[in-house]
C-alpha cells in the first residue's frame, strides 16, 4: 500500500511540476519582457515585471521558485545564464538565448534534486489552502 501512495505522490508531484512548468515556459515566451539587475544576500537577479531569475552559484538557478540545477555538463550554459544576470545592460539578441535556454531546461531539466521535489510538494500544499479557504 505504501509504495502505491507513494507512486501516486510522484505521479502527481511530476503532472505538478509539469503544469507550473507550461506557465513559467509562457511568462518566459512573453515579447515585453525588460529586466532590471538585483542583488540578494545569496545571489543575483533579473527581475521583470512579472519574472525573476536569479542565480545562486554552484550550479543552481531559480526561475519564479523552480529550481534548476545544472551538472557539470553543463557548467557553459549556467555560466552564459549568470554572466547574463550580473551584466544590467545585456543586449536583447542575448537576452533571448538566455531565455531561449532556460526554456529548454524547464521542459528538459535532467538534473532533479530534493529541492525541486520541495517546491513541487510546496506548492500543491499551497493550492490545496487556497482551494479548501475558498469554499
Same mark, same amino acid.
Given at each position: *500500500?505504501?509504495?502505491?501512495?507513494?507512486?501516486?505522490?510522484? &505521479? =502527481? +508531484?511530476?503532472?505538478?511540476?509539469?503544469?507550473?512548468?507550461?506557465?513559467?515556459? $509562457?511568462?518566459? +515566451?512573453? !515579447?515585453?519582457?525588460?529586466?532590471?539587475?538585483?542583488?540578494?544576500?545569496?545571489?543575483?537577479?533579473?527581475?521583470? $515585471?512579472?519574472?525573476?531569475?536569479?542565480?545562486?552559484?554552484?550550479?543552481?538557478?531559480?526561475?519564479?521558485?523552480? !529550481?534548476?540545477?545544472?551538472?557539470?555538463?553543463?557548467?557553459? /550554459?549556467?555560466? =552564459?545564464?549568470? /554572466?547574463?544576470?550580473? $551584466?544590467?545592460?545585456? !543586449? =536583447?539578441?542575448?537576452?533571448?538565448?538566455?531565455?531561449?535556454?532556460? =526554456? &529548454? &531546461?524547464?521542459?528538459?531539466?535532467?538534473? *532533479? /534534486?530534493?529541492?525541486?521535489?520541495?517546491?513541487?510538494?510546496?506548492?500543491?500544499?499551497?493550492?490545496?489552502?487556497?482551494?479548501?479557504?475558498?469554499?
Amino acid at each position: *500500500m505504501e509504495n502505491n501512495n507513494a507512486s501516486h505522490i510522484l &505521479k =502527481r +508531484n511530476r503532472l505538478i511540476r509539469i503544469f507550473l512548468a507550461k506557465q513559467i515556459v $509562457d511568462k518566459l +515566451n512573453q !515579447p515585453w519582457n525588460h529586466f532590471v539587475c538585483a542583488e540578494t544576500s545569496n545571489g543575483h537577479c533579473k527581475v521583470s $515585471d512579472s519574472i525573476q531569475i536569479c542565480s545562486y552559484g554552484r550550479g543552481l538557478v531559480v526561475v519564479m521558485g523552480m !529550481p534548476l540545477w545544472f551538472n557539470e555538463t553543463e557548467k557553459s /550554459k549556467l555560466g =552564459r545564464i549568470h /554572466k547574463w544576470i550580473t $551584466d544590467c545592460h545585456a !543586449p =536583447r539578441r542575448e537576452t533571448a538565448a538566455i531565455l531561449a535556454e532556460i =526554456r &529548454k &531546461k524547464i521542459k528538459n531539466p535532467g538534473v *532533479m /534534486k530534493a529541492s525541486t521535489t520541495i517546491f513541487v510538494t510546496s506548492t500543491m500544499l499551497l493550492a490545496s489552502v487556497l482551494v479548501l479557504s475558498s469554499w
